[in-house]
Structures are given as structure tokens and as C-alpha cells.
């Protein structure tokens, strides 16, 4: 076996080695000037000779040299691991002249292995782990939540940067049930917290008028309980929007799922979610810059 072992290795330093040499080559041919002069004869101008490249390709070396050098090291990992490291795919080359809007990119994941992949053909573009649907139900109030994420195939809708969070309902029913409090929504016209006190809103946030008819609002990240009671506020209030749950970017599916960062990413691996699909945020960001609007995510 350590024999085998060391065989492949020294064939995966080989296959890198001769990629990049034979690149090496290609780009000093091009760069001194390489061509024929005759049947069979070749004349090469001095290195040091100024050349004057075509825009496309003096733009187009730098990507080139990179991502055969990031080829290389893939194939070494992979024959040394038989698998590819998640994150580890440099994905597509930014500066290669790509019409991406020609290519066919499908988000797949899986919640079996908790992780999702960039697909594009036959080939894994991007791989990176995730947290899942946490499959638990929730029974509280009189109502009931089961925690899974739909199976099937559905678009992404939209693109968000620094997405703000309109929690559901079972986002306080797991809070009262968690601290042993009553459910209660608040109406959109107030209700009495004591003979004095008054929840009321105004300019859309939740706050308190006090007998001489000041009124204070409440802090918007908290929530609202008084008496045992934990009050649900209304759609469209400052205080059912939490910024930064989501972490800085989002892929909107419909239907309240997303696949979006996080700002617990001890939690990535885990099956922790209500539903959606969390990342962490460097992956995140690289699916939000090269995920199109309209990609088919297929979940399974």
C-alpha cells in the first residue's frame, strides 16, 4: 500500500509539473516570438526581445497561468485523496472571457451529505458544506412546524446583498416555548399591559404610551415581553426585521427558503435549520458573485 502510495504521488507531482511546464513553453513561445522559417526549421528570437502581444492574450496570461496552476494541484489532491476538498474548486476563472450566460450551471444539494455543489455539464465547479434542515417539529400555541426543506427543482428567484430577515411565526413560538412563556400577537392597534400601559405602534416599531401620553419605543432586536407573555409583532414593523441573521448574501427560492450565510458558522454540517440552506459566508459570497438569477437548484 505504501508503495502504491508513493507511485501516485510521484505520478500526481509529474502530471503537475508537466501541465505547468507545457503552459511554461506555450507562453515563452508566444512571448519571444517562436516561428517557422522554413520546412522543419524553427527560429526563436532572443528573451529579451520586446514583443508586442495582442490585448486579448496579454489580459488573458495571468488567468491562464493560475488556473492551470489550480488544475495541477487538484489533480494532485484528488489522486492523493480520491476526493475533491469542499471549497477547494477555484471555480470559474474570472477573467478567461466566459460568456457565462451561455453556460449551464445547476445548484445541486444534497441534505444527506450536507453539501451543495455547482454543476456545470459533467464538471463540479464549486463544493462547499452546509447546514440543513433540522427535520424536528414544534407544537406550540395551538399550532405545529415541521422543519424540512422541500425536495425537487425550483429557480433562484433573486439575488440579495445584506438581506434582512422577516422571521415566521415559529421564530417566537420556539422562543416562548424555549423559556416557558405565553404566545400572544399583537394587534395592530394596540393592546393594554397594564391599567396605566399601552403596547401601541406608530411609524411602523412597536413602543409603550405611558399615562401622560409619552410614547417610548422598544429596542427592535428584542424580544417583547411583559406579563409572561411574548407578543408576536406584525408583518411590516421594524421589530419583525432582524439585519444580519442571513449573513451578507442571499439566493432567494420562494416560499421563505433561501440559501443564504450565517452569522453561527460552528453550525455548518450540521442538520440545524428550519428549512433553508446556510453556508458559510466566503462561500457564500463566491455563489452570490457567480450564481445567475434563473440557475436551476435541484435539492434532494
Not at 477555484?90 to 445547476?106: E, I, M, T, Y
Not at 406579563?227 to 439585519?243: H, K, M, V
Amino acid at each position: 500500500m505504501a508503495s502504491a502510495m508513493r507511485y501516485w504521488t510521484r505520478r500526481a507531482t509529474r502530471t503537475r509539473r508537466h501541465a505547468l511546464v507545457g503552459l511554461s513553453f506555450l507562453i515563452l513561445g508566444t512571448v519571444a516570438g517562436c516561428h517557422h522559417v522554413g520546412p522543419g526549421r524553427t527560429h526563436v528570437r532572443a528573451l529579451n526581445t520586446p514583443v508586442a502581444l495582442p490585448p486579448s492574450i496579454g489580459q488573458l496570461l495571468p488567468s491562464l497561468m493560475r488556473h492551470a496552476e489550480l488544475v495541477a494541484l487538484e489533480r494532485l489532491d484528488t489522486l492523493r485523496h480520491g476526493t475533491k476538498p469542499p471549497s477547494a474548486r477555484p471555480g470559474l476563472p474570472p477573467n478567461l472571457g466566459l460568456d457565462r450566460s451561455r453556460l449551464v450551471l445547476v445548484l445541486v444539494i444534497s441534505t444527506g451529505d450536507r453539501a451543495l455543489s455547482l454543476v456545470s455539464g459533467s464538471d463540479t465547479v464549486f463544493r462547499a458544506p452546509i447546514a440543513v434542515e433540522s427535520g424536528q417539529r414544534l407544537a406550540y400555541g395551538g399550532r405545529a412546524w415541521t422543519f424540512r426543506t422541500p425536495r425537487g427543482e425550483r429557480p433562484v428567484l433573486r439575488k440579495i446583498a445584506d438581506p434582512v430577515w422577516t422571521p415566521p411565526d415559529w421564530h417566537y413560538a420556539e422562543a416562548a416555548s424555549e423559556h416557558g412563556l405565553r404566545l400572544a400577537s399583537l394587534p395592530s392597534g394596540g393592546v393594554s399591559i397594564s391599567r396605566r400601559r399601552q403596547l401601541e405602534i406608530r411609524d411602523n416599531a412597536v413602543g409603550i404610551r405611558w399615562p401622560d401620553g409619552a410614547f417610548r419605543g422598544l429596542p427592535t432586536e428584542e424580544h417583547i415581553v411583559f406579563d409572561g407573555a411574548l407578543y408576536i409583532p406584525p408583518f411590516g414593523t421594524r421589530n419583525r426585521r432582524l439585519a444580519g441573521a442571513l449573513g451578507h448574501f442571499a439566493l432567494d427560492l420562494g416560499d421563505g427558503y433561501m440559501i443564504h450565510g450565517t452569522s453561527d458558522e460552528a453550525s455548518i454540517g450540521e442538520a440545524s435549520t428550519h428549512g433553508c440552506i446556510r453556508l458559510r459566508n466566503d462561500d457564500m459570497a463566491w455563489l452570490y458573485e457567480n450564481v445567475p438569477v434563473g440557475t436551476r437548484v435541484v435539492i434532494r
